[in-house]
């Protein structure tokens, strides 16, 4: 295999929704919003024989492991609010799936929706930024597939080995005392807060960071552009706060069409570093 620039690493999903289904994980939206800034994107991810992650990541390398089941969610709305259902999970991604050549990229990038990722895979990269983005770390679900949060059981380990973690204030459930707890054992920790931007906290201390008004067509993916954005303008200007007021910028963008749609495409991110004077 070629050598890379960006690794990504989790599951592409399918998602049901009352248009069919559709392609969903952080995988496929980080790894889209890579592509967009010309860099070489590898992704291992797994899925059954029925779900093909191939059109979703157009222009990537793709290692896709085989599994019985593809990793499937489904979100049902109810008057009490949105709850959240998984149907399958494909295989578990360990440290004997990378490719030698990948082993030495820019950015690694830990992207679990369900689990499905092992964290000593963060150590498995020489060289490169470790981004994490913990979300599926952070829940579990029941014999009937109901979600549910759960403790982020790892975070101990991972946090002082990650170079930045970026999460939403939604995966902890508004809990700011354990992001402040968390903040204080990694160097770098960004809360993204949907409309209201993001909280940056560099050893410890937060830095709000505005969002950009738009007209939210759909916020799905959101938090997964922001993080790749984010990883990769830290890796070229070393810059936290450089990177996520950049990183706000591009994820606006996100959220003004529908799904993988609104990952950015290579000549809006041409415009956006115009824009930024980059």
Known sequence: MSPVDYVIIGHVSRDRTPAGPMFGGTAAYAGRTALAHGWRVGVITSTGPDWDPRPALDGAYLLNLPAERTTEFENVYTPEGRRQRVHGVAERLLPAAIPLEWRRPRVVHLGPIAGEVDPSLLEAFEGALRGVTPQGWMRAWDAQGQV????????????????????????????????????????????????RGATLFLDGIP?????????????????????AAFFIRLWETRDPLAAARYAARVAALSVTRPGLEGTPRTE???????????
Do not use: C, K, N
Not at 269 to 274: E, G, T
């Open 148 to 195: 549910y949060p759960q403790p982020w059981r790892e975070a101990e380990w991972i946090l002082p080995r990650a170079d930045a973690v970026v999460f939403s204030e939604e995966d902890i459930q508004g809990d700011w005392e354990t992001a402040r707890r968390w903040a204080r054992q990694t160097r770098i920790l960004v809360v993204t807060q949907a409309a």
């Open 207 to 227: 830095h709000s960071i505005p969002a950009y008004p738009v007209e939210e067509v759909d916020p799905t993916g959101a938090g997964d552009v922001f993080a």
């Open 268 to 278: 809006e991110i041409a415009a956006i570093r115009r824009e930024m004077a980059f």
